[in-house]
């Protein structure tokens, strides 16, 4: 990559002028829909998110013991995402908190949504760990249980035992995924700005 390719690169904060990638490739493309959009500013450097890492695991109600913390060492890296002065600020710090304008009428910030820089994708899968093909099927179960369960809500009544096998297999899944959670095997790692030389 040459010096004079940056200058008249522009900023792509979502990765999408080269590759069909959100934030920085972390996140699944059928989550793009309609987060797309583009910055028109010129880039001015190219960064990507790295994983901090960190310890993480709390402790399990029902038996009272401690759990070991589960160490993450981070490093997860994002695509390189050439960006503007303006972007390189707002994705190192994240969104503003949601609010409201001075005269009231128009909503800002990010509402429910979750702060980009606070949470690695990666790590909510337990990527690298050996859990990570466990965590990664289960949560594939678990949207395939919830699609087919909201599909019989609006069955006919006779169904009404299948949706029950579902919705128990479902807490199955969850009660699964929740216990990784609670070991700290999925967890959320802040991630860090980094420019790339
Ligand atoms: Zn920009
Ligand atoms: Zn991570
Ligand atoms: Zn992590």
């Given at each position: 990559?040459?010096?004079?390719?940056?200058?008249?690169?522009?900023c792509d904060?979502y990765?999408?002028?080269?590759t069909?990638k959100?934030?920085?490739?972390?996140y699944p493309?059928?989550?793009?829909g309609?987060?797309?959009w583009y910055?028109t500013?010129?880039?001015?450097?190219r960064f990507?998110y790295?994983c901090?890492g960190?310890?993480?695991?709390f402790?399990r109600?029902?038996d009272?013991?401690?759990?070991?913390?589960?160490?993450?060492d981070g490093?997860?890296?994002?695509?390189?995402?050439p960006l503007?002065?303006?972007?390189?600020?707002d994705?190192?710090?994240?969104?503003?908190?949601p609010?409201?304008?001075?005269?009231?009428?128009?909503?800002?910030?990010q509402?429910?949504?979750t702060v980009?820089?606070?949470?690695c994708?990666?790590?909510?899968?337990g990527k690298?760990s050996?859990w990570?093909?466990?965590?990664?099927g289960?949560?594939e179960?678990a949207d395939a249980?919830?699609q087919e369960?909201?599909?019989l809500?609006?069955?006919p009544?006779?169904?009404?035992?299948?949706a029950?096998?579902?919705?128990?297999?479902l807490?199955q899944?969850r009660?699964?995924?929740?216990?990784?959670?609670q070991l700290?095997?999925?967890?959320?790692?802040?991630l860090?700005?980094?420019e790339?030389?």
């Open positions: 990559m040459t010096g004079t390719g940056l200058l008249t690169e522009r904060p990765g999408i002028e080269s069909v959100l934030m920085g490739g972390l493309e059928n989550m793009m309609r987060h797309i910055c500013e010129r880039a001015e450097a990507r790295v901090k960190g310890d993480y695991g402790r109600q029902n009272g013991g401690l759990v070991q913390a589960f160490h993450c490093g997860h890296q994002g695509v390189v995402m503007c002065r303006r972007h390189q600020r994705l190192a710090v994240g969104p503003p908190k609010g409201w304008s001075a005269d009231r009428k128009t909503p800002y910030g509402v429910g949504g980009s820089h606070e949470m994708p990666a790590c909510t899968v690298g050996r990570e093909g466990e965590i990664r289960r949560m179960n249980l919830q369960l909201a599909r809500q609006i069955a009544a006779f169904l009404m035992p299948q029950a096998r579902i919705q128990a297999m807490d899944e009660a699964r995924l929740d216990e990784l959670h700290g095997v999925i967890h959320r790692c802040p860090k700005l980094v790339v030389s």
